[in-house]
């Protein structure tokens, strides 16, 4: 895509912008549509539609600066196979509900894959955005190398908005090698003796990359260097998982294609967000977590309140499916007026709406 393809996309989504502020009418950013089976995910009838599979491209890949530039339409698999020829990958492995998913959307919806455990999350990797605010304005937040920062990194602000705050038209993300070895160990333990060991084996320098329990079964990740994925198989103990079936269960658990995630008519699936040495108790008609325990799903009755339990737990939830009106829990009204000013300032006629932080 040339330079005067792209500042022609973006100047005909600015006078969009103008002409939806001047009627009031609402603004809807789609991508590749891999998230809209989620509830606060939909699109009104009256609402103008920015697609941002218009503006698709690497932009600048620099594989010994371990560093991807890439405009927000790009699908996440475009990535993934040009960082897979310099034998490279994205270590928050974000999760591909299917083949549409694009750069953009990942980053506006904040989610990472299991490896987060060991590698970090999406927020750690994003160095700069561009991004076109509700104003019509084009803003460049970081930059292309990790670096020290006065103030706030507003870069990472954006990061989990979902597209509250604006169209992301390119993005910069830190990417590192491919870990050499990997192998995965399973185990069986009750969810508390799961969420206990796991604890303790991340206090020591061990090469985790992502782990689960779910139906008595924990599954755990290492990658890194051989001799380390090695002797942490034989300290860790378990039983070894054939290479292909743990690939297997870790891309249908990084995408949501696992059953855990099917679920019935008439049940809410929840995702809880606590700290991981939270209390481990086994709620609702199901339940699983991922991690040492920080991101747990539950599969209840529609008169159970996740809302409150995860509160009790010192942290918070998304109804997942099956919402009926409130999608994730109320902020305290500080934190509320901060998003409010924060709101203020990208998107000050509160065109793009809401997203998941509103009541449904």
């Not at 995910?41 to 941002?52: K, R």
């Not at 790009?74 to 020829?85: N, Q, R, Y």
């Not at 260097?225 to 990084?254: K, M, N, S, T």
Request: proline fraction near 6%; hydrophobic fraction near 45%.
């Amino acid at each position: 895509m040339t330079d005067e393809t792209q500042q022609r996309i973006i100047s005909e989504w600015q006078e969009r912008l103008h002409t939806a502020r001047e009627r009031r009418q609402p603004v809807r950013i789609r991508g590749g549509g891999s998230k809209t089976h989620l509830p606060w995910c939909g699109i009104p009838d009256d609402a103008l539609v920015i697609d941002t599979r218009a503006l698709r491209g690497v932009e600048r890949y620099e594989p010994t600066e371990l560093v991807v530039t890439v405009r927000g339409g790009t699908p996440l698999a475009e990535v993934e196979a040009l960082l897979a020829e310099r034998n490279q990958w994205l270590p928050f492995a974000p999760p591909r509900f299917h083949a549409g998913t694009t750069i953009g959307g990942v980053v506006a919806s904040g989610l990472s894959g299991p490896t987060r455990l060991g590698h970090g999350t999406v927020r750690d990797a994003v160095l700069g955005i561009r991004l076109l605010d509700g104003r019509g304005r084009v803003l460049r937040f970081g930059g292309e190398v990790m670096k020290n920062v006065a103030g706030y990194d507003v870069s990472r602000l954006l990061v989990g908005s979902w597209g509250t705050l604006g169209v992301l038209l390119s993005v910069s993300l830190k990417v590192s090698p491919v870990p050499p070895a990997s192998a995965t160990r399973r185990f069986a333990m009750t969810a508390v003796e799961a969420s206990r060991q796991l604890n303790r084996w991340a206090g020591q320098p061990l090469p985790l990359s992502a782990a689960l329990w779910a139906d008595g079964t924990l599954w755990v990740q290492l990658r890194g260097a051989r001799a380390a994925v090695e002797e942490a198989g034989v300290q860790l103990g378990g039983e070894a998982v054939a290479d292909d079936e743990a690939d297997a269960l870790w891309q249908r658990v990084r995408d949501h294609h696992e059953a855990l995630w099917t679920v019935s008519d008439g049940m809410v699936l929840w995702r809880l967000a606590v700290p991981p040495t939270a209390p481990i108790t086994e709620v609702g008609a199901r339940f699983w977590f991922e991690g040492t325990g920080g991101i747990r799903w539950v599969v209840a009755p529609p008169d159970w309140d996740g809302f409150a339990y995860a509160a009790q737990l010192g942290g918070w939830a998304w109804r997942w499916q099956g919402a009926a009106s409130r999608w994730m829990n109320a902020r305290p009204e500080t934190v509320a007026a901060i998003e409010a000013r924060v709101r203020d300032v990208f998107d000050p006629d509160r065109l793009f709406g809401d997203g998941p932080f509103g009541e449904g």
